[in-house]
């Protein structure tokens, strides 16, 4: 039986999630799988109209 409005994740308990998101933000790259895929999308997108930032 679970108490409402209570949850316990391994992954933040260990730090995981925070080395994640230092990584992601020091690299430029995320670590998720849809903020990869949009990261690439954009890329595609940028290269085919020749757009630089």
Known sequence: MKIPG???SWK???G???VKR???RATGIPTT???I???IGQMV???LLGKKK
Do not use: C, D, H, P
Request: aromatic content about 4%; cysteine-free; charged content about 25%.
């Open 37 to 39: 895929e949009r990261k």
């Open 16 to 18: 995981v999630t925070q």
């Open 12 to 14: 933040r308990a260990l």
């Open 22 to 24: 230092n990584i992601a």
């Open 45 to 47: 997108i940028n290269s």
């Open 33 to 35: 799988k849809a903020g």
């Open 6 to 8: 209570v949850s316990f």
